[in-house]
């Protein structure tokens, strides 16, 4: 296998590890379905312990079978990192902006992480009550107001809905309370039941989000996945896709943990009191909408007696040390795949060093230099590796040109030349595969990571999660290439790739010196698409890799020159 052979084959090697770790991504396995412990009729869950009404019972759909939500009066709520609307059908948080992240087209305001348009998504927190007559996601709340804003110095904003029941519920009274934190993607939700009746109630709390099938993030070029997301101590972090959502009801039953949707990006999770039982579940509603809770059950509660209970609600970006002071586990809704192992290590150092130069651009150049100097007696032992080989192209030239045809003869003379000159052509690979692993890892994480997302680098780099766009956008009428940002960034990366190759060992075989030649052209149009911090990583360490392989390339040719007798 001659230097170009195992070029070609390291670049295969990493891009099937590359499609490896994506499909892994949007394939994540789910534990199977435990039968018999949760059943739903319409859209409210049921359980063992109750029953929902009749009304509570019939499905939320249009007459075409699309996804309706029943609209009431709308209460709205701003904080420090919200606006949010909550409508009385139900006590729903239908609408919720995060104040402090603007939208991927920042021209549209603040990032919309929830709302019950169907343009483009739905996507609503809804809570209920199962038992008979409790209110549940479909009934009637009242507030004394229809605006809440946080003072300025305030801790937190209270948002207090109130219910009276009537029939089998007759003197009961239930308000659902929101508390709204400053400074915190937590939002509590409890009840508050004062059991006026006259039979003692064992009600149950069900804590769901709906959303329909759709997805605001990723691309063809970057897919990402939005689906349902679940934790527990026994099964860790799990990834539900729709699509599993639709052929099976998740049911797991458990102590702890949380159940959520998790998009590129941004989160939301219900996370239930520490130590009580739960019902985590999933739902297909409709054809294209799907619920994603936990039911928890109730102590009984006597007539004339009074109960307070409820969960907390995390919607935010997932950033790592907010993730973590939410809940367990909630940090692995930043999902870095079978790498997890390596990128995590990887953010700690990226945001401590952004911690001190304050640019996330300036700390991924950082990061990489200290990678590069990490695995710098491994990529040196693979560059004095295609140095030699490249003092012995001229010689492998000449045996081409001698033996012609006869491949057998010049894989005999190759071998042969190779004993001779103590070479073993394929001791580079072996060094530039152990480093692949690290810098998937990197990727992902760059690509994962919500702290880039409109971070800016400098000049025309103003959003290191988004593709460099310095010249333009293709137009979409142009075949093939509409729609293709054209940044500078990716340009230049394009230059190193063709730099490497004239400092590669020159080709043998004119298929490989074509494929070579293309190789540079191919991946631009690729990182034309890619986020413009994951651009910087591949052009610094590209950059790095030329002055190292420049360098050894001049020891080994001046020691081959003194070899010769002919050093200067």
């Given at each position: 296998?001659?230097?170009?052979?195992?070029?070609?084959?390291?670049?295969?090697?990493?891009?099937?590890?590359?499609?490896?770790?994506?499909w892994q991504?949007?394939?994540?396995?789910?534990?199977p379905?435990?039968?018999g412990?949760?059943?739903?009729?319409?859209?409210?869950?049921?359980?063992?312990?109750?029953?929902s009404?009749?009304?509570?019972?019939?499905?939320?759909?249009?007459?075409?079978?699309?996804?309706?939500?029943?609209?009431?009066?709308?209460?709205?709520?701003?904080?420090?990192?919200f606006?949010?609307?909550?409508?009385?059908?139900?006590?729903?948080?239908?609408?919720?902006?995060?104040?402090?992240h603007?939208?991927?087209?920042?021209?549209?305001?603040?990032y919309?992480?929830?709302?019950?348009?169907?343009?483009?998504?739905?996507?609503?927190?809804?809570?209920?009550?199962?038992?008979?007559?409790?209110?549940?996601?479909?009934?009637?709340f009242?507030?004394?107001?229809?605006?809440?804003?946080?003072?300025?110095?305030?801790?937190?904003?209270e948002?207090?809905?109130?219910w009276?029941?009537?029939?089998?519920?007759?003197?009961?009274?239930?308000?659902?309370?929101?508390?709204?934190h400053?400074?915190?993607?937590?939002i509590?939700?409890?009840?508050?039941?004062n059991?006026g009746?006259?039979?003692?109630?064992?009600?149950?709390?069900?804590y769901?989000?709906?959303?329909?099938n759709?997805?605001?993030?990723?691309?063809?070029?970057?897919?990402?996945?939005t689906?349902?997301?679940?934790?527990?101590?026994?099964?860790?972090?799990?990834?539900?896709?729709?699509?599993?959502?639709a052929?099976?009801?998740?049911?797991i039953?458990?102590?702890?943990?949380?159940?959520?949707?998790?998009?590129?990006?941004?989160?939301?999770?219900?996370?239930?009191?520490?130590?009580?039982?739960?019902?985590?579940?999933t739902?297909?509603?409709?054809?294209?909408?799907?619920?994603?809770?936990?039911?928890?059950?109730?102590?009984?509660?006597?007539?004339?007696?009074?109960?307070?209970?409820g969960?907390?609600?995390?919607a935010?970006?997932?950033?790592?040390?907010?993730?973590?002071?939410?809940?367990?586990?909630l940090?692995?809704?930043?999902d870095?795949?079978w790498l997890?192992?390596?990128?995590?290590?990887?953010f700690?150092?990226?945001?401590?060093?952004?911690?001190?130069?304050?640019?996330?651009?300036v700390?991924?150049?950082?990061?990489t230099?200290?990678?590069?100097?990490?695995?710098?007696?491994?990529?040196?032992?693979?560059?004095?590796?295609?140095?030699q080989?490249?003092?012995?192209?001229?010689r492998?030239?000449?045996?081409k040109?001698?033996?012609g045809?006869d491949?057998?003869?010049m894989?005999?003379?190759?071998?042969?030349?190779?004993?001779?000159?103590?070479?073993?052509?394929?001791?580079?690979?072996?060094?530039?595969?152990?480093?692949v692993?690290v810098?998937?890892a990197?990727?992902?994480?760059?690509?994962a990571?919500?702290?880039?997302?409109?971070?800016?680098?400098?000049?025309?780099?103003?959003?290191l999660?988004?593709?460099?766009?310095?010249?333009?956008?293709?137009?979409?009428?142009?075949?093939?290439?509409?729609?293709?940002?054209?940044?500078?960034?990716?340009?230049?990366?394009?230059?190193?790739?063709?730099?490497?190759?004239?400092?590669?060992?020159?080709?043998t075989d004119?298929?490989?010196?074509?494929?070579m030649?293309?190789?540079?052209i191919?991946f631009?149009?690729?990182f034309?698409?890619?986020?413009?911090?994951?651009?910087?990583?591949?052009?610094?360490?590209?950059i790095l890799?030329?002055?190292?392989?420049?360098?050894?390339?001049?020891?080994?040719?001046?020691?081959?020159?003194?070899?010769?007798?002919?050093?200067?």
């Open positions: 296998m001659d230097t170009r052979r195992l070029v070609l084959f390291v670049i295969f090697s990493f891009s099937i590890m590359m499609l490896w770790d994506g991504q949007q394939h994540a396995p789910i534990v379905v435990q039968q412990a949760q059943t739903a009729s319409g859209d409210v869950p049921t359980n063992g312990a109750a029953n009404t009749s009304a509570a019972t019939t499905d939320n759909t249009n007459n075409d079978g699309s996804f309706k939500l029943d609209k009431g009066q709308r209460i709205k709520v701003s904080t420090d990192l606006d949010a609307e909550i409508d009385t059908i139900g006590g729903d948080l239908r609408h919720l902006v995060l104040n402090k603007r939208a991927a087209n920042e021209k549209d305001g603040n919309v992480l929830m709302d019950d348009a169907k343009t483009p998504l739905l996507y609503v927190a809804q809570t209920g009550l199962l038992g008979a007559g409790l209110p549940n996601h479909k009934s009637t009242t507030s004394t107001a229809t605006s809440y804003t946080m003072a300025d110095g305030a801790a937190s904003q948002v207090r809905l109130s009276a029941g009537s029939g089998a519920a007759s003197g009961i009274a239930v308000d659902k309370i929101y508390t709204f400053r400074g915190s993607y937590v509590d939700v409890r009840y508050q039941i059991n009746g006259s039979q003692t109630i064992t009600p149950s709390a069900y769901q989000v709906v959303h329909d759709e997805s605001k993030q990723g691309s063809k070029m970057m897919p990402t996945f689906g349902g997301a679940y934790y527990t101590d026994a099964d860790k972090f799990k990834k539900v896709k729709f699509a599993d959502m052929k099976n009801k998740l049911s039953n458990a102590q702890d943990g949380w159940i959520g949707l998790i998009e590129h990006y941004f989160a939301s999770a219900w996370i239930p009191k520490a130590g009580d039982k739960r019902e985590f579940y739902k297909q509603l409709n054809d294209d909408t799907f619920a994603m809770g936990a039911i928890v059950p109730v102590a009984s509660i006597a007539t004339g007696a009074k109960a307070e209970f969960a907390r609600l995390f935010g970006p997932q950033n790592h040390a907010d993730l973590a002071a939410a809940a367990p586990g940090e692995f809704a930043v870095y795949g997890t192992i390596v990128a995590k290590p990887l700690w150092v990226l945001s401590k060093i952004e911690a001190l130069v304050h640019n996330w651009g700390a991924i150049i950082i990061v230099i200290l990678l590069k100097a990490l695995f710098y007696p491994l990529s040196a032992k693979s560059y004095r590796s295609m140095a080989m490249r003092e012995m192209a001229p492998l030239q000449s045996m040109e001698k033996f045809d491949k057998q003869k894989q005999q003379a190759m071998m042969e030349l190779y004993k001779t000159e103590k070479i073993n052509p394929m001791s580079g690979c072996l060094p530039i595969l152990i480093q692993p810098f998937i990197f990727y992902w994480m760059l690509s990571s919500v702290e880039l997302r409109h971070a800016p680098f400098f000049g025309w780099i103003q959003d999660a988004a593709p460099d766009t310095l010249f333009g956008i293709i137009p979409n009428s142009v075949p093939l290439l509409g729609g293709m940002p054209i940044g500078l960034l990716p340009i230049l990366m394009g230059a190193t790739m063709i730099i490497q190759t004239y400092l590669n060992p020159p080709p004119p298929i490989q010196a074509q494929v030649k293309i190789m540079p191919v631009s149009i690729f034309f698409f890619f986020p413009a911090g994951l651009v910087l990583y591949w052009l610094v360490n590209n890799s030329i002055a190292q392989q420049w360098y050894v390339n001049k020891t080994i040719h001046a020691a081959a020159l003194a070899k010769k007798g002919n050093a200067k």
